[in-house]
Protein backbone atom coordinates (compact mmCIF):
# COMPACT_ATOMS: atom_id res chain seq x y z
CA UNK A 1 0.00 0.00 0.00
CA UNK A 2 2.80 2.46 0.97
CA UNK A 3 4.27 1.76 -2.80
CA UNK A 4 0.63 3.22 -4.51
CA UNK A 5 0.86 6.30 -2.33
CA UNK A 6 3.59 7.80 -4.93
CA UNK A 7 2.02 7.15 -7.79
CA UNK A 8 -0.95 8.51 -7.18
CA UNK A 9 0.62 11.58 -5.91
CA UNK A 10 2.03 11.52 -9.64
CA UNK A 11 -1.33 10.50 -11.26
CA UNK A 12 -3.33 13.66 -9.25
CA UNK A 13 -0.42 15.80 -10.28
CA UNK A 14 -0.37 14.67 -14.16
CA UNK A 15 -4.39 15.32 -13.63
CA UNK A 16 -3.82 18.40 -12.29
CA UNK A 17 -1.67 19.83 -15.16
CA UNK A 18 -4.46 18.35 -17.91
CA UNK A 19 -6.95 20.71 -16.49
CA UNK A 20 -4.66 24.14 -17.19
CA UNK A 21 -5.08 25.52 -21.01
CA UNK A 22 -2.16 24.22 -23.14
CA UNK A 23 0.46 26.56 -23.90
CA UNK A 24 0.08 28.67 -27.58
CA UNK A 25 1.79 26.49 -30.39
CA UNK A 26 1.84 28.25 -34.05
CA UNK A 27 3.66 26.52 -36.87
CA UNK A 28 6.11 29.08 -38.08
CA UNK A 29 6.88 26.95 -41.57
CA UNK A 30 6.84 23.65 -43.25
CA UNK A 31 9.20 22.64 -45.61
CA UNK A 32 9.70 19.56 -47.15
CA UNK A 33 13.85 18.71 -47.67
CA UNK A 34 16.13 16.00 -48.79
CA UNK A 35 19.10 15.22 -46.92
CA UNK A 36 22.47 15.66 -48.24
CA UNK A 37 23.66 12.67 -46.36
CA UNK A 38 23.06 10.54 -43.74
CA UNK A 39 23.73 10.46 -41.08
CA UNK A 40 23.51 15.02 -40.87
CA UNK A 41 25.31 17.35 -38.20
CA UNK A 42 22.83 19.83 -36.99
CA UNK A 43 23.35 23.32 -35.48
CA UNK A 44 21.70 25.84 -33.72
CA UNK A 45 23.93 29.18 -34.50
CA UNK A 46 22.58 32.38 -33.36
CA UNK A 47 24.05 35.87 -35.54
CA UNK A 48 24.53 39.10 -34.96
CA UNK A 49 24.80 41.62 -37.78
CA UNK A 50 25.38 45.52 -36.90
CA UNK A 51 23.08 48.02 -38.58
CA UNK A 52 24.04 48.00 -42.34
CA UNK A 53 26.19 44.92 -42.44
CA UNK A 54 25.98 42.79 -45.59
CA UNK A 55 27.70 39.35 -45.82
CA UNK A 56 29.63 38.76 -49.26
CA UNK A 57 27.52 36.07 -51.26
CA UNK A 58 28.48 33.00 -50.46
CA UNK A 59 27.19 29.00 -49.30
CA UNK A 60 26.21 27.27 -46.37
CA UNK A 61 27.01 23.53 -46.85
CA UNK A 62 23.79 22.86 -44.77
CA UNK A 63 19.64 24.33 -45.99
CA UNK A 64 17.36 24.86 -43.28
CA UNK A 65 15.12 27.55 -41.18
CA UNK A 66 16.16 31.05 -40.35
CA UNK A 67 14.27 32.59 -37.65
CA UNK A 68 14.59 36.20 -37.25
CA UNK A 69 14.59 37.60 -33.10
CA UNK A 70 15.48 41.08 -33.66
CA UNK A 71 15.73 43.88 -36.51
CA UNK A 72 15.18 43.74 -40.17
CA UNK A 73 17.38 41.68 -42.85
CA UNK A 74 17.16 41.91 -46.47
CA UNK A 75 17.56 38.03 -47.68
CA UNK A 76 18.87 37.35 -51.48
CA UNK A 77 18.33 33.56 -52.15
CA UNK A 78 18.90 31.89 -55.00
CA UNK A 79 17.86 34.67 -56.89
CA UNK A 80 15.03 35.70 -54.89
CA UNK A 81 15.25 38.63 -52.51
CA UNK A 82 12.99 39.25 -49.71
CA UNK A 83 12.62 41.45 -46.15
CA UNK A 84 12.00 39.56 -42.67
CA UNK A 85 11.75 41.06 -39.26
CA UNK A 86 11.44 39.83 -35.99
CA UNK A 87 8.55 37.03 -35.81
CA UNK A 88 9.37 35.70 -39.17
CA UNK A 89 11.22 32.58 -40.78
CA UNK A 90 13.05 32.29 -44.19
CA UNK A 91 14.36 29.43 -45.45
CA UNK A 92 17.97 28.58 -46.72
CA UNK A 93 18.27 27.28 -49.60
CA UNK A 94 22.57 26.43 -49.81
CA UNK A 95 22.61 28.56 -52.64
CA UNK A 96 24.56 31.33 -53.01
CA UNK A 97 22.95 33.82 -50.77
CA UNK A 98 23.64 37.59 -49.32
CA UNK A 99 21.61 38.93 -46.30
CA UNK A 100 22.13 42.26 -45.19
CA UNK A 101 20.59 44.42 -42.19
CA UNK A 102 18.77 46.70 -43.76
CA UNK A 103 17.39 48.36 -39.71
CA UNK A 104 18.24 51.03 -38.09
CA UNK A 105 19.49 48.73 -35.20
CA UNK A 106 21.43 45.75 -34.68
CA UNK A 107 20.06 42.02 -36.14
CA UNK A 108 19.66 39.16 -34.70
CA UNK A 109 19.16 35.57 -36.15
CA UNK A 110 18.84 32.37 -35.45
CA UNK A 111 20.48 29.36 -37.61
CA UNK A 112 18.97 25.85 -37.99
CA UNK A 113 21.43 24.22 -40.24
CA UNK A 114 21.66 20.39 -41.16
CA UNK A 115 24.86 19.56 -43.27
CA UNK A 116 27.28 16.44 -44.24
CA UNK A 117 28.71 15.25 -41.71
CA UNK A 118 32.25 16.29 -42.28
CA UNK A 119 34.27 13.52 -43.88
CA UNK A 120 31.69 11.27 -45.15
Known sequence: MKR???ILAVLAAVAAQ???AMPSRQTLL?????LPTNPIVTKVIRVEFPPGYK???HTHEGQGPRYV???HLKITDAA???VF???EVFWETGAAMTVENVGGSDA?????????VAGK
Open 4 to 6: LFP
Open 55 to 57: TPS
Open 30 to 34: SQEAS
Open 108 to 116: EFIIFELAP
Open 85 to 87: GPG
Open 18 to 20: ADE
Open 80 to 82: KTQ
Open 69 to 71: VKG
